[in-house]
């Protein structure tokens, strides 16, 4: 029940193991491992679970990953090293997958593919098929957490709990729903994040919140010159083998940035001023050159050995 195991199972052969805290944190397996029935517990309440594989795993027997998921109680199944895939391998039975997100998995094994509901892919995935991308649209007035019942499929539609964006999604501001302040509620994936939708363009202020959360962005931003952006964690651009367009209306961005584009690019699409700790360059390309355009940041940080590169 601890909410942040790190199990290091040394590549040796387990039975049944559980995870079964339902708070919010990370469960951490090292070890190319082998299990019979893995299971981990699903989120008691909005948020995410996190599960970072270190290592293969192979399952023999079923694999569960969470049984009580809903669209905006998730769990995300990933890498430990953005870009680095983790195989596992399934020889027995998945359970029902509903609401979880994958990055750098591939899915393998007598299984097949793996299918199922809402599911969220961050990139760099093989076998596993994910819900087609959609494009959804802010629709609730007042201060709202994203994870409120405020996305609709359409612009003015009605909104519904279950379409909520994935990191494959498009989420759309326009005048729609007359937002005051959008509070992100905890370490969501999205896609494109947008203000306008060519027709219904935004141009009524509102406050997009990111708190002490670190955002993590797998499309392009467009924000507009009337918006307050407003957040104390870090922006993490996930762009694995994408270009991502980060247009900033000039409006200056307060949080931290880290381009984390393994094969990828970050491109500029005006010129930008974060006003954050620092703008980190991890991986991937830095791409000033598209429309000759500036960066004007505290620190500049591209402290590693990884593959990167400014344009």
Known sequence: ??????????????????????????????????????????????????????????????????????????????????????????????????????????AAGTAGTWTGTRIGNGLNNSGITFTVAKTVYWNLAGSQNWSATGWATTNNG???????????DTAVFTEAGAAGTVTWDAQWWVGNIQMAD???????AFTLATSTFNPRIYGSVALFSNLTLTGTGTLNMFGYGVTQ????????????????????????????????????????????????????CVIFSSNNSNTRSIS
């Open 1 to 106: 029940s601890n909410s942040t195991p790190n199990f290091i199972g040394g590549g040796l052969t387990f039975y049944n193991v559980t995870f079964s805290s339902a708070a919010s944190g990370t469960t951490t397996i090292n070890g190319a491992n082998t299990f019979n029935n893995l299971t981990q517990t699903s989120r008691s309440a909005t948020g995410q679970r996190i599960v970072d594989l270190g290592d293969n795993q192979t399952v023999s027997g079923t694999l569960t990953l969470g049984a009580a998921n809903t669209a905006i109680r998730r769990i995300h199944v990933n890498s430990t090293v953005i870009g680095t895939q983790r195989t596992i391998t399934l020889n027995g039975t998945l359970a029902t997958l509903t609401d979880v997100d994958f990055r750098d998995i591939v």
């Open 158 to 168: 009605a909104p519904a709990a279950n379409n909520f964006p994935l990191a494959q």
């Open 198 to 204: 060519g027709v219904s363009n935004r141009t009524t």
């Open 245 to 296: 367009i980060f247009t900033s209306a000039g409006i200056p961005i307060p949080q931290s940035i880290t381009v984390q584009a393994v094969t990828g690019t970050f491109q500029l699409a005006d010129n930008l001023t974060n006003t954050g700790t620092a703008f980190t360059l991890t991986a991937g390309t830095l791409d000033l050159s598209s429309g000759n355009r500036t960066l004007t």
